[in-house]
């Protein structure tokens, strides 16, 4: 199975830290953010590993791949270069070829996650959707995207809403079917999977999630959740 880590964001709010270093590539106990992320894909099964990131970070990520790809002997590790901003989705045309005619999964670059993706592609085997969003339980889901529910079925998301109707947040990974990209109009060069194709496919009954209870998930996105992330991971 393949996947897609989207690794080409500018870390605005990390800003000055992000002049400097990408932020997938800040470390949480010693080791790159990225790299957490490729250990627990390649534990599920993951076998062929694409990272997505600006042109502007070739220096980076070329430094990346000569001090720290050595040591992920369990996947094939490519990276693709975005040429221009495209959204979380914008830039995945371009990759068709390489993903092939199979189901692949999608993730944010700038998250810790561990939960067990085994389980969530069980889930989407069984279920069929065309999109499978893992949701995790959070303390403040009033900061993030919240999923309105019918059973598994996701009918639409509420942005930071001041009553949330649960705990569970959209964790930035997915498993997506190659039809997925019949949902996107892919005329446009920017795309953001979250405002330009989830509502499609959650009007077409093609949209579901996973809870995962007892998932660990830290949102590094600015230095107070990344200092949590440090202390907690």
Wanted: charged residues 30%; contains cysteine.
């Amino acid at each position: 199975m393949k996947a897609i880590i989207l690794a080409g964001g500018l870390g605005t709010r990390l800003r000055p830290i992000t002049y400097e270093i990408p932020k997938p590539l800040l470390t949480v106990k010693k080791k790159p953010i990225l790299n957490h992320l490729i250990d627990l894909l390649s534990r599920h099964g993951v076998d062929d590993i694409g990272v997505l990131v600006s042109r502007s970070h070739e220096l980076d990520f070329s430094r990346w791949e000569k001090i720290w790809t050595p040591d992920l002997t369990n996947a094939k590790i490519s990276i693709f270069f975005e040429e221009k901003p495209s959204g979380t989705f914008g830039w995945l045309k371009n990759l068709r070829d390489w993903l092939g005619n199979e189901k692949f999964i999608l993730s944010n670059g700038d998250e810790l996650k561990d939960f067990d993706l085994t389980a969530l592609k069980s889930f989407h085997e069984s279920e069929k959707p065309v999109a499978t969003i893992a949701l995790v339980k959070v303390q403040n889901p009033e900061e993030y995207g919240v999923p309105v529910m019918n059973s598994h079925k996701i009918t639409e998301f509420l942005e930071k809403p001041e009553n949330p109707p649960s705990e569970f947040i959209n964790s930035g990974l997915y498993i997506l079917e190659p039809s997925v990209f019949d949902y996107a109009d892919l005329t446009q060069d920017f795309l953001m999977i979250e405002k330009d194709v989830f509502p499609k496919l959650a009007i077409a009954g093609k949209l579901i999630g996973y809870k995962f209870e007892n998932g660990r998930w830290y949102d590094c996105g600015n230095l107070e959740r990344w200092e949590k992330a440090i202390k907690e991971w």
